[in-house]
């Protein structure tokens, strides 16, 4: 079975200490509603693995600073390097505070 190994290579958004401002969350499907890998905005393992072929991506932000980035990259991993349909699917959300 095919799986998904993404790696930040780069990760610098807004600091607080729960990523309540600024965060990318992983999940091991293909929508929020799926399993969720993680939520990282200052640290991230190496390398985090899913279970299947797609992995779906949020990034969150605040709007309150604008100095922040990150950069993913991923491949296919399993039996193979090929993979089925599926992949990386982004989103972004904006969260309006009030």
Do not use: K
Not at 9 to 30: A, M
Not at 32 to 45: R, V
């Amino acid at each position: 079975m095919q799986a998904i190994e993404v790696r930040f290579d780069e990760l610098s958004l807004e600091y607080e200490p729960y990523c309540g401002y600024d965060s990318v969350t992983l999940y091991d499907g293909s929508n929020a509603n799926s399993p969720e890998l993680g939520a990282y905005c200052t640290a991230a393992p190496d390398s985090i693995t899913s279970a299947g072929a797609t992995v779906f991506v949020v990034f969150e932000t605040d709007l309150t600073a604008n100095d922040g980035r990150f950069l993913l990259s991923w491949s296919f991993v399993g039996q193979g390097n090929q993979g089925p349909p599926g992949g990386l699917i982004c989103t972004i959300v904006i969260l309006h505070c009030h």
